[in-house]
């Protein structure tokens, strides 16, 4: 294929092809041809042209296939373009001639039809360049046409459409003409041609005036004709013509002058009468329609109307929004209009009623819903509003007060039906998507939305009565705070008017709606309304059979009532059980004798009441079990299964009783099966088990003898189809967008789909997706639809001997019947027999024996030969399921043999297209069928079936049936995939374009083969690059297929090919296929866009996003209207606007998720781009926050307006590139906006730091940071969170959240001091505001407590004042708290004012919880200030004041809120009981919840108890636990219910508790909440919880008293380091771990201090006594001995070595020997790590004070081990000298362990000792481990270790002395060390041993290392000092030395200081070397002669004599203290002038 890729055709290459390689070569060229010529030179072009033209031409005479003529076309067209044009004739000229040839063989078509495409891209590109020579190009065109084919004609009408595209106005000579051919085409026998034509016509009435002036009328006829048997893509182009042309002819003013005369203005009025014509006549004449309007026959084509419908949407979306606006009410009473009483017969007949009311629905959903923003919403829910007030003023004439009793209905009254329920429909759909932004809507009272629904109730039709609810029912959902005030309103109503049947249903319909919003609000209603609504339904059921004129209405009310009640879930309805199940006991007789005699009682009235009712009680009761599955317990099935039998008793009876009364029980009996049908199949099939009888031959009855002639095929079938396999039943079973109107046509003429009316129980039902209002069948097919259901579930368990003898009943009624009849009886059966293979499978059951298998075989087979294309791909997967269930290999090679033998003979459509399916679907479910033979047999023969040309379904079926087969055959295809890719290229390049359905199978076979070869499409072999050119080429032929879902194959084959092998992709030509389709009006297009560019963007976002706006940029030709926005948005807000557009859910979806990779991906880069999206889509709300109300009387005016102002109206919508944007777009860009920040914080910390973000921005002023947009984020965060809709609310909070939490601490770089976000503290009190006011939901204010509440926490604002304002709301909500829950509105569920309550606790916990910790920090920062000098003293003052302020603020409510807390932490405790002590908890609830909505109140207290918690410790703590309240005792926090008092009967309580007690109850809760929590923290719960948790167990350990307790109680102790540890072992962050070792070292601190307690009291005690008789204290007693689990020292040991192993492995001497940790390498710790270790060490070196002597002695060991291991294991030297954190810990805790007085205490004193010696030993042995780690281990660490040995035992413990001699030993080596700093810290360390009290300790260590010392000192008399280190060596000697003289006996003393004196003279330096001399020299002279000044005096005698033994030192001496004090002078006499640098200078002095 690479040879193809030249500018001119390489034809050796291409000679040497075989015939069908040829054309693909061709392709190829043809395809890098089109690539190449817009880049080429013009010169080179030129060059080549004669030849190219020749190469060109000549393969139109080749007999291209359809794509590849188009190829040809566009590049000759392109050729003449960019080269020169004089050979342009001739192309031309041969073309007709083509045309013109009498050759009409079937082999010379395609050359025919290449010469027509050729000439119509010739025409469009070239234009008016072409002169005249088009009259006869058309001429000679027209000509062709009249005895052309379908292609032809189909070629013909697209070559027209593109020659007028290019000539524009030239072509006016040729318009009739072309007209008239068009017109024949447009009712042509072929669709495409019809859809060709009407895309000629479409482009011709852009010039030709006549089409929408004159002819008008005609054209509209002839489109209405166009839609008589039209299919879905005909519909689209023909209303798209008829839209836009009415639309033309409307809007068309500025006509040339010539046509003028003959023109007339078309007014709006004419134009919708035209369309309301074909709406309601049809494309019959008038005279014809009144023919048969006399005849009183049919009525208006289904697919007319549909056609006309969406000609109606075409006609608004062409006129757009503002049309919409400014014409609404004349378009809305028009709409109306359509099912209005004037036209009668549009709505004769029920069905055609229901038919005209769903495009009614539909035009009014897809223009006012889909085209105007929210604002223009509410006015037109006005309009809707006042349309329905009228119509109920007509109502309220005939059903006035007065005759309300003996009321006649009128005519008028019905006939204003069909107009209200469509009125109402759409104000419900209108105001359920505008949710809370409908708020004002329902506020404005002159409107008065909600009386005019309430009033309809009553209206006589059900239908309306039932709709009017409906529209409640969404006023509900959108508005949840509007559920329990309809409720109430409807029920008041409801008990008012029990007497007039209306009321009784219509109000009982309002109250079922309304329960059914319930589970869609969040905030659920108030729980007694069920009690409400229950009393109320039993009321009705009792009272029914008192007044026989409302009996029946009554009866059915109350079973709705309950079953609507169902639906609020378990929690509600366990209440009510009890009393439902006596009704329903009591609905059915009790014993068959009794069902005898009601038989022979009743008359039909009766029977038709005891139907209603017993069919309402089977629904109330299956809607008990599909929503409260969790009651169903053993005992309650049993109570609801007596009357089980007499209810399918009386299904038996049913038939009898219809023929003694008649006709009038019809329906109720229909209904009355249907219910028990559908209760049956919801229980379990065991609890029946005894009628399975009956039951199954009364559902075989029902299946088999069917009452009507009604094919309910399209209802039955698709569930039972396979997804993939309806694709092959045409676009009218795919999902479109006008799902919802072309559903009428597809279900046959006998019924228009489903309605309210047909079972009002659908009302409180979830709607199925994708529909709007709940739309059940009429009760014939529910019957049927509920029978094979249970068919399905029955037939699975029934016996297997049973299942024959059904099976073979089924079988003789298919065939009993005849004709049409047998053809539903067989669909019925087989759909009820299809779902029985489905639940077997399911449940794994087997189908049965041999005679079972061959009449559910026979019974299958007949279907799959059967007429109706439905039915015979249910069979084939129904075939295939039954392999799947019988699951034997043979029986399945049978299966698919008969298929074999089938396909080979047979010669019919039906059964080829049948049997090849079969094949595919064997397929499916049961893998690879494992043999190859079979394979290949079925392959073969599907490759035949495949090219069959003369049948398009054989082919599409036996192509589609392939890609089954490639996709499931696994890797046992890859023999086949090159063949197979082969024949799909060919029948790409060759089947006809008008054939779609075989192109989109053989899409779905390019999409298999590719998912087949995955990633081996990668490879670089000549076969994978052969077969990846393959794939790209059949890709490349579906993009240009017209047909959309052709294109959509054509993106996913691309797609997949793009996850395998991206390189091989061409990203930029596949995203501008992508953006051209993004606004397709195919939904299945464009969700394979969206599909493909989520995949997309997830590897190369930034890539995608350029081409785009590249591609718009460049591209000359003109765009769909999503890409004009491209350019200014990119796509990615093209991609934000069309999720505001888009209706469908899963293609929102992909949307969000495409655009959420996007900015995952590129935010930070491009972060202004994408905030300024965000803020453009938010910035529409903020200017919606004062609605609008239009007033009617403005219409007519400004419908006059001028145009000037239309066009400066258009202008402005520019600058906002989203005008009006829905809520829910908003949301997602708010959620967006969050999502930004994150992205930026991982990013980096310049986007929170203003001053380097400034830095850097001016370095490259491409950067951007986050913190620059501050202002941006804030604003958007206002507007979104002041808005209307409440979900907009609660994102604008979050947002403002986390900009608070990310922001507070930047601070602001012009004013010290300050943050950045101080600036902005009025908006955030702006946007807090409004969620506090009293109408505001719950979960608003819950969000808004907690942005208050980080808000003040956060410390932005310092000034109290200001704080004040934010803090006011808190405290308001503090007092609605404060009223308890009694008096929380009743607008809501109880569990809403819980989590209101919780949120505004939490968030006081929050603010008290940092006020205290802020004024802990200030504490310890004053006493660090204290040491500072003056300067700081102002600053630190503000700091004070604000944090004790902020304390002061809370302090006002700290006592109501200590109060609560403790209140709200009872209550957790309470509820995080197991279920068993479910029976102790208080009957009425909690403080903060009630006991009925115990269930939703929990995750409100799982998600605030941890603040609340630690809040409530710090308080306890600061009041010490010692103030209780003096009323504590007696007050009742509503009931203080604490674990103490929990079980206690109340007459034992004693009445006051003490102080004590109360403090005793506190701790205790506080404790086990903390510890039930943190002993099995769910693994999600949140780090803040567990931390919080553990800071508060660190706060209540603070205070004496609580460590007092847990110091006493040992268990609890142990408990609770039992629990800890656990928590360390799981949870990883040092965070915690911290946290959870302060806890552990406070318990044992407590521990410690009560055996000190108990000592000192016991020696108080025994003051007089014998010390040697004082008991043991502490752990050990007297044997020494610890238990595991009971001892306090034991945990605590387990607890620091788990932590101490895991930072440290080496510690563990089992790991020490294996080779893993040998290495001896040190590790260096990280920072938390370091810091581990060390809390660790603290608390080990604490241990031995709380055990007994004898106990010590146990642990020690182990203590000394660890403690040295990690001073071993970490000892390293650091680079700058300083001591690792690890080793001062170390060093610290052993100074701690060796100086503990268990060392000398006399029980323990002799065992120590040894064990301190050995300790010693093992640092000794530190040194002589390896010689070669000598130099990273850290001598000084070492030896500080060894002088705390020496410093802090008693001597007997060093002074042994071959360890003493070791210790010398390792000083003197270090002694010499080189390094000056081990020196220095040598020096020290020998100084304080030099010092110690005890001589035997120090005398050694002096005899042995004072002369070395001072020998070193007497070396640095020649050596002067280099550096400041070598200096600090030299002094601190010196300092060694004079201490030892200070210490040194008298007669040795002179000697010492005759050694010192010369040594420092020799450092003096003499006046001239003091100038030149170095800095330390200087020093070291300073140091000197200071020391010489003070040693002098101090031994004058030796001194003396020492200066006059020797001359010159008493020289220097002089010399350099003469020099000292005149220096000193000339500081004085400087400090007088410059006082300031002297202040300074001293500074630096006295710090030496």
Not at 1985 to 1992: D, P, S, T, V
């Amino acid at each position: 294929m690479e040879l193809a890729h030249s500018l001119l055709l390489n034809e050796e290459a291409y000679n040497q092809l075989g015939e069908f390689q040829k054309a693909e070569f061709i392709f190829e060229w043809l395809q890098f041809l089109e690539k190449l010529l817009p880049v080429t030179s013009r010169a080179d072009i030129r060059e080549n042209q004669k030849k190219l033209v020749e190469q060109l031409t000549s393969l139109l005479n080749n007999s291209p296939g359809p794509p590849t003529r188009r190829l040809v076309a566009k590049n000759l067209a392109v050729l003449y373009s960019t080269g020169d044009t004089f050979s342009v004739y001739q192309t031309i000229d041969k073309c007709n001639e083509l045309i013109r040839s009498k050759d009409d063989s079937p082999s010379y078509l395609p050359t025919k039809l290449a010469a027509v495409v050729c000439l119509g891209y010739l025409y469009k590109k070239l234009g008016r360049i072409l002169g005249n020579s088009f009259t006869d190009t058309v001429g000679n065109v027209l000509k062709a046409m009249k005895n052309a084919e379908s292609q032809g004609r189909y070629e013909i009408m697209l070559s027209l459409q593109s020659i007028l595209n290019g000539l524009g106005a030239a072509a006016i000579p040729c318009h009739r003409d072309i007209y008239k051919a068009a017109r024949s085409c447009l009712t042509d026998r072929s669709m495409a041609v019809r859809c060709a034509a009407a895309k000629c016509l479409l482009e011709l009435q852009n010039e030709a005036v006549f089409m929408w002036s004159t002819d008008l009328d005609s054209v509209v006829t002839l489109c209405f004709k166009s839609f008589e048997g039209s299919n879905y893509d005909v519909r689209l182009a023909v209303s798209k013509l008829l839209g836009t042309v009415l639309a033309r002819a409307l809007t068309s003013k500025q006509t040339t002058a010539s046509t003028r005369h003959n023109f007339r203005r078309i007014s709006l009025e004419e134009v919708m009468e035209l369309l309301g014509t074909g709406f309601l006549r049809g494309s019959c004449g008038f005279l014809r329609a009144s023919g048969d309007m006399l005849k009183g026959t049919s009525s208006v084509s289904r697919d007319v109307r549909v056609g006309v419908t969406q000609a109606y949407v075409v006609f608004v979306s062409t006129l757009g929004a503002q049309w919409l606006e400014r014409n609404f009410s004349a378009f809305l009473s028009h709409i109306l209009d359509l099912v209005s009483q004037s036209h009668p017969k549009a709505i004769q007949s029920q069905m055609d009623a229901i038919g005209c009311r769903r495009c009614v629905s539909f035009i009014l959903r897809a223009t006012v819903g889909g085209l105007l923003g929210e604002k223009a919403q509410i006015a037109a829910a006005k309009e809707i509003c006042q349309a329905i007030w009228k119509l109920k003023k007509v109502v309220d004439a005939a059903m006035s007060d007065s005759n309300l009793e003996t009321r006649i209905s009128t005519t008028d009254v019905t006939a204003s039906q069909h107009v209200l329920v469509c009125a109402l429909q759409e104000l419900g759909s209108l105001i359920h998507g505008l949710g809370t932004t409908a708020a004002p809507l329902l506020q404005d009272s002159s409107t008065g939305v909600l009386e005019a629904v309430i009033s309809v109730i009553l209206h006589p039709s059900i239908s309306v009565r039932l709709t009017a609810a409906w529209c409640l029912r969404c006023i509900a959902v959108a508005l949840p705070s509007y559920v329990s005030l309809l409720l109430d309103r409807c029920i008041d109503r409801l008990s008012a008017l029990k007497s007039s049947p209306e009321a009784v249903t219509g109000y009982s319909f309002a109250v079922a709606a309304l329960l059914g919003a319930v589970k869609h609000s969040p905030l659920g209603i108030p729980h007694g309304k069920g009690k409400v609504i229950m009393t109320v339904a039993e009321d009705l059921l009792c009272s029914a059979s008192q007044n026989s004129r409302i009996s029946l209405q009554r009866t059915q009310a109350g079973w709705l009532l309950i079953a609507a009640l169902m639906t609020l879930g378990p929690a509600v309805v366990q209440h009510h059980l009890p009393r439902m199940l006596l009704l329903w006991k009591c609905i059915f007789p009790s014993s068959p004798k009794d069902l005898e005699t009601e038989k022979t009682r009743g008359d039909s009235f009766t029977w038709q009441v005891t139907l209603e009712g017993r069919a309402g009680a089977l629904c109330a009761i299956k809607s008990f079990v599909s929503h409260c599955a969790g009651l169903l317990t053993d005992e309650v099935v049993q109570r609801l299964l007596p009357p089980l039998p007499s209810a399918v008793d009386l299904l038996t009876q049913l038939s009898s009783i219809y023929k003694s009364y008649g006709n009038s029980l019809k329906t109720s009996s229909m209904v009355y099966r249907h219910k028990l049908y559908e209760l049956l199949a919801v229980l379990p099939p065991k609890t029946y088990e005894g009628s399975f009888c009956a039951v199954l031959k009364e559902l075989v009855a029902d299946l088999t003898v069917p009452d009507s002639q009604i094919d309910a095929s399209t209802f039955l079938l698709p569930p039972l189809c396979h997804e993939n396999d309806l694709l092959l039943l045409g676009p009218s079973l795919q999902e479109t967008d006008h799902r919802f109107i072309e559903e009428q046509l597809f279900l046959g003429n006998s019924i228009a789909g489903g309605s309210l009316e047909y079972d009002p129980y659908s009302i409180y039902e979830k709607v199925a997706k994708g529909d709007s209002v709940p739309k059940p069948l009429p009760p014939v097919l529910s019957v049927i639809s509920a029978a094979t259901r249970l068919f399905g579930v029955m037939f699975s368990h029934v016996a297997e001997s049973h299942r024959l003898h059904v099976l073979e009943q089924l079988l003789n009624s298919i065939k009993q019947t005849k004709g049409s009849r047998q053809q539903i009886v067989q669909l019925n059966v087989v759909s009820a027999f299809s779902t029985s293979l489905k639940h077997l499978a399911n449940c794994k059951g087997s189908l049965g024996p041999e005679e079972v298998r061959r009449s559910a075989l026979t019974l299958v087979m007949g279907a799959l030969e059967s007429n109706n294309p439905l039915l015979r791909c249910a069979a084939a997967e129904c075939l295939a399921r039954l392999a799947q269930v019988v699951s034997d290999s043979a029986f399945t090679a049978g299966l698919a043999q008969v298929s074999f033998d089938k396909l080979k003979s047979a010669r019919d459509v039906v059964s080829r297209t049948g049997h090849s399916l079969a094949l595919g679907c064997l397929y499916r479910y049961l893998g690879g069928i494992g043999s190859t033979q079979h394979l290949n047999a079925c392959v073969g023969i599907l490759y035949t079936l495949s090219q069959d040309s003369t049948s398009p379904d054989v082919q599409a079926w036996a192509l589609h049936s392939l890609s089954l087969i490639v996709d499931l055959a696994g890797p046992l295809y890859h023999v086949h995939v090159e063949p197979t890719l082969s024949l799909v290229l060919m029948l790409l390049l060759t089947v006809p374009p008008a054939y779609a359905e075989v192109h989109q199978s053989l899409g779905r076979c390019l999409n298999a083969l590719i998912t087949t070869l995955g990633p081996e499409l990668q490879g670089s072999s000549t076969t994978v690059s052969a077969l990846r050119t393959s794939c790209l080429l059949g890709c490349a032929v579906m993009q240009d297929n017209p047909d959309c879902l052709v294109q959509a194959q054509a993106i996913s084959c691309l797609q997949q090919l793009h996850m395998f092998a991206p390189r091989h992709v061409n990203l930029s030509s596949l995203v501008s296929c992508l953006c051209v389709n993004l606004c397709s009006s195919y939904l299945l297009l464009r969700r394979a866009v969206v599909a493909c560019l989520r995949q997309l963007v997830q590897r190369e976002a930034a890539e995608v996003s350029e081409y785009a706006v590249a591609l718009v940029k460049e591209s000359r030709e003109d765009f769909t209207p999503a890409d004009v926005n491209i350019r200014e948005i990119g796509l990615e807000g093209a991609l934000l606007g069309l999720l505001d557009k888009e209706l469908d859910e899963r293609l929102c979806q992909d949307i969000k998720e495409t655009m959420t990779h996007m900015l995952t991906s590129m935010a930070v880069e491009k972060l202004s781009f994408w905030l300024k999206l965000c803020k453009d889509v938010l910035a529409a709300s903020a200017d919606f926050n004062t609605v609008a109300s239009v007033d009617t009387t403005q219409e007519e005016e400004t419908a006059k307006v001028d145009d000037a102002s239309v066009l400066t109206s258009d202008t402005d919508e520019r600058f906002h590139p989203f005008s009006n944007p829905r809520w829910s777009t908003r949301v997602f860009a708010a959620e967006c906006v969050c999502k930004i920040i994150s992205q930026c914080e991982n990013a980096g910390s310049a986007h929170f730091d203003i001053t380097l973000a400034q830095e850097r921005k001016q370095r490259d002023s491409r950067d951007d940071f986050l913190v620059l947009h501050l202002a941006d984020l804030i604003r958007m965060a206002f507007m979104a969170a002041t808005d209307h809709s409440d979900q907009l609310r609660l994102s604008g909070l979050q947002t403002l959240l986390i900009v608070v939490r990310k922001f507070a601490a930047v601070p602001e770089p012009e004013f010290p001091g300050h943050v950045i976000l101080e600036q902005y503290q009025a908006n955030v009190g702006a946007a807090l505001r409004p969620a506090f006011a009293s109408e505001t939901p719950p979960d608003v204010t819950a969000k808004a407590c907690q942005v208050c509440s980080a808000w003040i926490a956060s410390g932005v604002v310092s000034d109290l004042n200001d704080l004040r304002r934010v803090h006011q709301l808190l405290v308001s909500s503090l007092v609605k708290v404060q009223a308890g829950k009694e008096a929380q509105s009743q607008q809501y569920n109880e569990s809403t004012s819980t989590m209101e309550i919780l949120a505004v606790l939490k968030a006081w916990a929050e603010v008290y919880i940092v006020a205290v910790e802020k004024q802990k920090n200030q504490s310890d920062a004053h006493n660090h200030c204290l040491k500072i000098a003056n300067s700081a003293e102002e600053s630190y003052r503000d700091v004070t004041s604000s944090a004790s302020g902020l304390l002061d603020l809370v302090q006002a409510d700290l006592g109501t809120l200590s109060k609560l807390w403790l209140a709200a932490l009872q209550d957790f405790a309470l509820l995080t009981l197991p279920s068993e002590y479910a029976s102790q908890l208080p009957a009425e609830g909690g403080t903060f919840y009630t006991a009925e909505t115990i269930e939703n109140a929990r995750p409100h207290y799982y998600n605030s108890w941890a603040l609340i918690l630690y809040a409530t410790a710090l308080w306890l703590t600061s009041t010490g636990f010692i103030a209780v309240d003096p009323d504590e005792g007696v007050i009742n926090l509503s009931r203080p219910v604490t674990p103490t008092t929990m079980c206690q009967d109340s007459s034992t309580r004693p009445l006051v508790k003490s102080p004590e007690d109360v403090n005793t109850d506190r701790f205790h809760l506080i404790l086990g909440i903390s510890v039930e929590f943190l002993c099995s923290p769910r693994s999600d719960a949140a780090m803040e919880n567990i931390i919080a948790c553990l800071h508060a167990l660190q706060a209540l350990f603070d205070v004496p008293w609580p460590r007092s307790k847990i110091g006493g109680d040992q268990e609890l102790g142990v408990e609770l380091l039992n629990v800890l540890h656990r928590l360390i072992l799981t949870r990883e962050s040092p965070d915690i771990q911290l946290a959870a070792l302060e806890v552990v070292r406070l318990i044992v601190f407590a521990a410690q201090e009560h055996v000190k307690e108990k000592r000192r009291s016991a020696e108080v005690d025994d003051g007089a006594a014998e010390k040697e008789t004082l008991p043991e204290f502490g752990e050990g007693k007297d044997t020494g001995g610890l238990v595991p689990g009971k001892s306090l020292v034991f945990a605590t040991l387990e607890l620091c070595v788990c932590i101490l192993v895991r930072q440290l492995p080496q510690l563990n001497p089992k790991l020490t020997c294996s080779p893993a940790v040998q290495s001896g390498k040190h590790l260096l710790l990280s920072e938390d790590g370091s810091r581990l270790v060390a809390a660790a060490l603290v608390i080990l070196s604490d241990v031995p004070a709380i055990c007994s002597p004898e106990g010590s002695v146990s642990v020690l060991p182990t203590i000394l081990y660890l403690i040295i291991g990690v001073l071993k294991e970490t000892a390293v030297k650091l680079q700058d000298g300083q001591l690792p954190l690890t080793v001062a810990a170390s060093l610290q805790a052993l100074k701690g362990l060796l100086s503990s007085p268990m060392a000398r205490a006399e029980k323990s004193r002799t065992a120590w000792t040894d064990l301190l010696r050995s300790a010693l030993v093992t640092v000794l042995d530190c040194w002589d481990q390896v010689d070669g780690l000598l130099q990273e281990l850290d001598e000084v660490s070492l030896l500080t270790a060894i002088t705390v040995f020496v410093m802090s035992t008693s001597p007997e413990v060093t002074t042994v002395e071959c360890l003493q001699k070791r210790c010398i030993e390792k000083f003197k080596i270090t002694l010499d060390s080189k390094d000056p700093l081990v020196q220095y810290k040598c020096y020290q360390l020998l100084h304080s041993i030099f010092q110690h009290p005890n001589k035997t300790v120090s005398y050694p260590y002096i005899h042995s290392l004072a002369p070395s010392i001072v020998g070193k000192l007497q070396e640095t008399e020649k050596a002067k000092p280099e550096n400041a280190a070598e200096l600090q060596v030299i002094q601190e000697g010196i300092k060694v030395v004079t201490a030892l003289t200070a210490t040194a006996e008298e007669e040795h003393r002179a000697h010492l200081v005759a050694c010192l004196l010369p040594m420092l003279i020799s450092f003096l330096l003499d006046e001239n070397a003091l100038v030149s001399a170095t800095n330390s020299a200087k020093n070291l002279h300073e140091f000197a002669l200071q020391n010489l000044m003070q040693i002098g005096p101090q031994y004058s005698s030796v001194f003396k004599k020492l200066m006059a033994s020797s001359p010159t030192m008493k020289a220097r001496l002089e010399s350099a203290v003469k020099g000292n004090q005149e220096s000193i002078k000339v500081k004085t006499a400087k400090h007088a002038q410059n006082p300031a640098k002297s202040s300074s200078i001293q500074l630096k002095t006295s710090f030496l």
